[in-house]
């Protein structure tokens, strides 16, 4: 099946410090998103990526759809604590296919 | 509030004792799916259903049913619950049209012993 490979598995960071995380795939797609999982609860998403290219902010996050549509990347700027959870990135619209997950740690 | 209701949350079952986990939501939504979650492994889908009716399998469905009789519900049925299928489970939904965003429910942790 189609698979999206997500790096880093895991982060360890001190608050303030930026995060990268990135995800691809060996399929080209049309649409890419990044969902955040906090503890105890279901993903919600961050950000749709729908275009080639496309770089969207929301916040301190920015996340771009790569140019050869087989990757992604998402970048949050100055972490704070709440920023803690499990990342994912995934494809396609109401079928999500999902990456392994990120999981971001922070240390005050 | 739009939301996506899993119930139980939490539930402990023995090998070949059948089980429901319900899922309901409040947002008309037209598509409804079910995931596992496993460590290392992310989120994958096991059944996705269009609308009313109307289900299809998704990339894990060994071992589960499903049914959608109502819009708002969609329960994943366990007819004879194994080992290998203690996991967390999600609900989401979605709109067939618009922004496209997938909402999960808050999910059901199921042990199988």
């Known amino acids: 099946g189609q698979q999206l490979n997500q790096s880093p598995q895991s982060m360890f960071i001190q608050e303030g410090e930026d995060v990268s995380m990135n995800c691809t795939s060996s399929?080209?797609?049309?649409?890419w998103l990044w969902y955040k999982q906090e503890p105890g609860e279901g993903p919600v998403l961050l950000i749709a990526?729908?275009?080639?290219?496309e770089l969207t902010s929301n916040g301190r996050l920015t996340a771009q759809f790569g140019i050869t549509r087989k990757d992604s990347f998402l970048n949050i700027s100055a972490s704070i604590p709440s920023d803690v959870g499990i990342y994912f990135c995934?494809?396609?619209?109401?079928?999500?296919?999902f990456g392994q997950g990120t999981r971001l740690t922070i240390n005050p | 509030e739009a939301q996506v209701t899993q119930n139980p949350r939490y539930l402990i079952t023995v090998t070949g004792k059948k089980l429901t986990v319900t899922c309901s939501q409040n947002?008309?939504?037209?598509?409804m799916s079910w995931y596992r979650q496993d460590p290392g492994l992310g989120l994958r889908q096991i059944y996705y259903?269009?609308?009313?009716?109307?289900?299809d399998k998704g990339d894990v469905p060994e071992g589960y049913k499903v049914s959608r009789k109502e819009k708002r519900n969609f329960p994943l049925i366990l007819e004879s619950p194994s080992p290998n299928q203690t996991s967390l489970y999600f609900c989401?939904?979605?709109?067939?049209?618009?922004?496209?965003?997938?909402?999960f429910g808050q999910g059901t942790r199921l042990t199988v012993v």
């Open positions: 989401a939904s979605s709109p067939l049209s618009g922004t496209l965003e997938a909402f």
């Open positions: 399929s080209i797609f049309n649409t």
């Open positions: 990526l729908y275009k080639a290219g």
């Open positions: 995934a494809r396609g619209a109401q079928k999500l296919v």
């Open positions: 947002m008309n939504h037209e598509y």
């Open positions: 259903s269009m609308n009313v009716e109307v289900t």
